[in-house]
Structures are given as structure tokens and as C-alpha cells.
Antibody, heavy 123, light 110 residues
Framework: EVQLVESGGGLVQPGRSLRLSCAASGFKFGDYAMHWVRQAPGKGLEWVSGIAWNSDTVAYAGSVTGRFIVSRDNAKNTLFLQMRSLRPEDTAFYFC????????????????WGQGTLVTVSS | QSVLTQPPSASGAPGQRVTISCSGSDSNIGSTPVNWYQQVPGTAPKVLIFINDQRPSGVPDRFSGSKSGTSASLAISELQSDDEADYYCAAWDDSLNGWVFGGGTKLTVL
């Protein structure tokens, strides 16, 4: 059974940093692209970032470019999101999602999701 | 403002059929496939339809998807009470070089 477990969320002040992790199990982690999708409380889904199976290709939403960095450790089956210069509008549940294919690609979908970790940016 | 446009709400009585629309542009729906996700409040989203009209195993055939030009639709027939959820369309955007979602449609079963 595929399991994705996010951690690292919490309350952080504006301008500070936070690092999220996603521990994956139940599948060959290194064979698939992975993504972060966030959801502000009571709002819709917003794709944040994606990373190919070998980390060669990464992509970011315009709202986080230059502030967030996605990475992965295939040996430890873990996905990361380093978030810097956090803003109140970054407050959201952050979901880790598994892609169906290894590369960042249009002809695919997110076939498994974690339960999310809440990041609250407030002074 | 979401890149993909969905109606904020939809409703239908048990047993009825409801359709949810998703409107985009040439750089997303017009050139890439559409996926649909279902999210019951308080839980993680799950894929309902992928690549326009494909159903993952376990998703009933009451759910169907279609695409034409820069728009897509999700149809749910024989509505059931546990279909109450939020539904999101999504597509890759070639101009933004990333995934875009619709704003979501809250489905109420009357």
C-alpha cells in the first residue's frame, strides 16, 4: 500500500524558514516524479512544485519561485520542501503527491496523496 | 483567481445526473489532458478521472469525463449522498510550466 506521510509543519513567523518532509513507502520511490500541492484553509488546491525521479528537472509555481526549493533523497525515500521568506499567504495544508510517471510531464496525474501538514505563517 | 474556471457550486437530487464544467485556455486544456480530483472535506484529494476520460480502478462508471477544445466536463450520474465533495479539474500549463487547478466545485446532494 502506498503511504505518503508529511511532517515539519507548524507555526512560523513571517520571513522565517521551514522545511517539510514527506516519507514515502509502499512503492519504488525513485521511479516516480513527486509534487507538493497546498490548500489554504477553506480554499482550493494550488500546485506548488514538482521534481523528476532523478532530480534533474524541477518546477515551481510563480508564487513560490525563488523562495521554495524542492529536493528528494531516493536512498531515504523522502521528498523535501525548503521554504524561505515565508509570507502569511503561504499558510496552508501542504500535501505530498506521487506522480504516475518518472518525469515532469503533461500526460499524467497525481495518483496518491498524503494527508498533509499544516503550515501557519503568522506573527 | 484560478487559471482554470469552475462553477463554485453544483447540486442535484439522489439518482439525478449533474455536470461540472472546467474552462481553460490554449496553453492548458487546449493542449494538454485534464484530470479531475475529488476531495471530501477534511481528507486528502483522490484522482477521479485522468487524461480526460480515464477512470482509475475502483472509481464507478457513474463518473465520466470529457474534453472539447479549451473546456472539459465531469459528469456524475445516479447521484448518491456520498458523492458530496469538492471537485477540482487540473491540467499542465505549457506557458506557466506547471500544473494549474480549477477553483473547485462544491457538490451538494439535495
Amino acid at each position: 500500500e502506498v503511504q505518503l506521510v508529511e511532517s515539519g509543519g507548524g507555526l512560523v513567523q513571517p520571513g522565517r524558514s521551514l522545511r517539510l518532509s514527506c516519507a514515502a513507502s509502499g512503492f519504488k520511490f525513485g521511479d516516480y516524479a513527486m509534487h507538493w500541492v497546498r490548500q489554504a484553509p477553506g480554499k482550493g488546491l494550488e500546485w506548488v512544485s514538482g521534481i523528476a525521479w532523478n532530480s534533474d528537472t524541477v518546477a515551481y509555481a510563480g508564487s513560490v519561485t525563488g523562495r521554495f526549493i524542492v529536493s528528494r533523497d531516493n536512498a531515504k525515500n523522502t521528498l523535501f520542501l525548503q521554504m524561505r521568506s515565508l509570507r502569511p499567504e503561504d499558510t496552508a495544508f501542504y500535501f505530498c503527491t506521487k506522480d504516475k510517471v518518472p518525469l515532469l510531464n503533461a500526460v499524467t496525474h497525481f495518483d496518491n496523496w498524503g494527508q498533509g501538514t499544516l503550515v501557519t505563517v503568522s506573527s | 483567481q484560478s487559471v482554470l474556471t469552475q462553477p463554485p457550486s453544483a447540486s442535484g437530487a439522489p439518482g439525478q445526473r449533474v455536470t461540472i464544467s472546467c474552462s481553460g485556455s490554449d496553453s492548458n486544456i487546449g493542449s494538454t489532458p485534464v484530470n479531475w480530483y475529488q476531495q471530501v472535506p477534511g481528507t486528502a484529494p483522490k484522482v477521479l478521472i485522468f487524461i480526460n476520460d480515464q477512470r482509475p480502478s475502483g472509481v464507478p462508471d457513474r463518473f465520466s469525463g470529457s474534453k472539447s477544445g479549451t473546456s472539459a466536463s465531469l459528469a456524475i450520474s445516479e447521484l448518491q449522498s456520498d458523492d458530496e465533495a469538492d471537485y477540482y479539474c487540473a491540467a499542465w500549463d505549457d506557458s506557466l510550466n506547471g500544473w494549474v487547478f480549477g477553483g473547485g466545485t462544491k457538490l451538494t446532494v439535495l
